[in-house]
């Protein structure tokens, strides 16, 4: 079974803090994923990568950056927290491009005070 | 505009009752399209997918959902709700390289 794995359940960062948020997948998946989830938005794409060292903005990267460095592990990095980007975080894998569906870690819920 | 809509934000059932989720997308060829379920303090899980052929698409836990291209919708259904089926439930649809995911809709299960 496919396994994502967030590694903070719970962060209560400062304004203007760097931010470092991780996820690890055990599946040798291509693709990664990291969306935000707020009430009543649903799940919006912050970045993606098909590949290490590769990354592709989504639909609201600004604010955000990430890293890939190794298959597994795809980090999303916050440069200068602010307070609206307090959400829930997660992050997805899957195996290829197209058709395969994601499978998603626990999430991370940040609180920028 | 690549969007995906749950018009429904909360729903509330009867235990025992029969249940239908509604999401509709925006234009397309033949989409490929997912349900998923949130439980509280969980990740998402993939509850089922349509990608082609027949049209009633049976997934996990009992639900099934059916593709209507001509209303362009995806509605989930289960004949019977159960109280753990209280959840926040996603439609998503694939966009190019993209998984977009509508608003959600939180369903209350009463006993």
């Known amino acids: 079974d496919v396994k994502v794995t967030q590694s903070s359940r719970y962060l209560v960062k400062r304004t203007g803090e760097k931010v470092f948020l991780e996820c690890v997948q055990d599946?040798?998946?291509?693709?990664m994923f990291w969306y935000r989830q707020d009430p009543g938005l649903g799940l919006r794409l912050i970045y993606f990568?098909?590949?290490?060292?590769?990354?592709e903005k989504g639909d609201i990267p600004e604010g955000y950056s990430v890293s890939r460095e190794k298959k597994e592990r795809f980090s999303l990095i916050l440069e200068s927290a602010s307070t609206n980007q307090t959400s829930m975080y997660l992050c997805?894998?899957?195996?290829?491009?197209?058709?395969?569906?994601?499978?998603f870690g626990n999430g991370t819920r940040l609180t920028v005070t | 505009a690549q969007s995906v809509t749950q018009p429904d934000i909360h729903i509330t059932v009867s235990e025992g009752a029969s249940l239908e989720l509604r999401c509709n997308y925006s234009?397309?060829?033949?989409?490929?399209l997912f349900w998923y379920v949130q439980s509280p303090g969980q990740g998402l899980q993939l509850l089922l997918k349509?990608?082609?052929?027949?049209?009633l698409v049976q997934g996990i836990k009992g639900f099934e959902a059916e593709f209507k291209r001509s209303q362009s919708s995806f509605n989930l259904r289960k004949p019977s709700v159960h109280w753990s089926d209280a959840a926040e439930y996603f439609c998503?649809?694939?966009?190019?390289?993209?998984?977009?995911f509508g608003a959600g809709t939180i369903l209350r299960v009463k006993s």
């Open positions: 997805a894998s899957s195996l290829r491009q197209g058709d395969s569906p994601l499978h």
């Open positions: 990568s098909y590949d290490v060292k590769m990354k």
């Open positions: 599946m040798d998946h291509e693709n």
């Open positions: 349509y990608f082609s052929g027949d049209t």
């Open positions: 234009y397309g060829a033949t989409p490929y």
């Open positions: 998503a649809r694939i966009y190019g390289n993209k998984l977009v």
